[in-house]
């Protein structure tokens, strides 16, 4: 399916044809033991805000989007994936959205040959979910996948949402074309494609974490040495406001609202707690930082380097 078809078919999307170039999100980098954890730009997304906050109590809600500066009819969040360098392993956490989703996405192969990477220096991909702004990005121009040195993994449940026959019939309409383009890429990748659970160590210092909701097989990944770590987080905490002000509230971005705000809960009170930091995809600043919690509420407090 391509973009304009797949603009078409969710309805509230048009208006993204003529939006123009977002500026990329700021890059951060952390260390972790002799490895480095970068966060790699792929664009921005432009949304409507319904997308995300129509169910939400919009008296209260108001009084958040004043005190965060959001405005307008339309949310545009910074992608982030990671890019986890060691000795021996150069392992990238998501791909980006590629070419055929939204105008604004799509950049990852530019910042990675930024950094000096190119696609074969890539040992590993892991997905933490199958949306296409995680997915979509990788294939080539051609419809070839362009890691062609790399082992994939996904996690177990994932994989099987997503190839299950029946879901473009289930999962609704304005997401059948996630559907769809979910089960093209995966295909192609099959015979790659390693399979895990929650709290497998899939490679070394790097731990699966279920994060159900957003999807029904989100993957959070802790990247630990030592006492070092930080988690990757994917889309379980999607944003640097509601998220963190009202992580209870349930979210039209997820596609099991409720599960996804247990995760969210659970994952904040963990997060904080152990100060672990995290590098979310949609978060500001490189997405890299640290839950703070106090008198009940939660901050995300960017370390962009």
């Not at 108001?62 to 060691?86: D, E, H, M, W, Y």
């Not at 089960?183 to 974490?209: H, M, T, W, Y």
Request: hydrophobic content about 45%; overall charge negative.
């Amino acid at each position: 399916m391509q973009r304009r078809q797949f603009l078409a078919s969710i309805g509230q999307f048009p208006m993204l044809a003529t939006v123009g170039v977002i500026p990329w999100a700021a890059r951060a980098s952390v260390t972790i033991g002799d490895a480095t954890l970068t966060s790699v730009s792929d664009g921005s997304l432009v949304l409507p805000d319904t997308f995300f906050f129509a169910t939400m109590p919009q008296d209260e809600l108001a009084v958040i989007r004043q005190s965060f500066g959001i405005t307008g009819n339309q949310i545009k969040p910074p992608c982030n994936a990671a890019l986890l360098q060691s000795q021996d392993r150069t392992v990238l956490f998501d791909v980006g959205a590629g070419q055929e989703f939204m105008p604004t996405a799509g950049r990852l192969m530019d910042d990675l040959d930024a950094l000096g990477v190119a696609p074969d220096d890539i040992t590993d991909v892991v997905f933490t979910h199958a949306h296409p702004d995680h997915l979509w990005g990788l294939l080539d121009d051609f419809g070839d996948p362009f890691f062609t040195q790399a082992r994939f993994f996904m996690g177990r449940t994932e994989f099987e949402y997503w190839m299950n026959p029946n879901t473009v019939d289930e999962i609704g309409d304005a997401r059948a074309a996630f559907a769809v383009g979910a089960k093209r890429r995966i295909d192609l990748i099959s015979d790659q494609l390693n399979l895990f659970s929650d709290g497998e160590e899939i490679l070394p210092g790097v731990a699966a974490r279920a994060s159900f909701g957003h999807t029904p097989g989100h993957m959070a990944f802790e990247v630990r040495a030592g006492s070092e770590a930080t988690m990757i987080v994917g889309d379980s905490i999607a944003n640097h406001h509601v998220a963190f002000v009202r992580p209870d509230w349930a979210s039209g971005g997820d596609q099991d609202p409720e599960q996804g705000a247990k995760t969210r809960i659970s994952l904040l009170d963990q997060l904080s707690h152990d100060q672990t930091r995290i590098l979310g995809f949609h978060l500001p600043n490189g997405g890299i930082g640290r839950v703070i919690r106090k008198d009940g509420a939660y901050t995300f407090v960017a370390e962009a380097t």
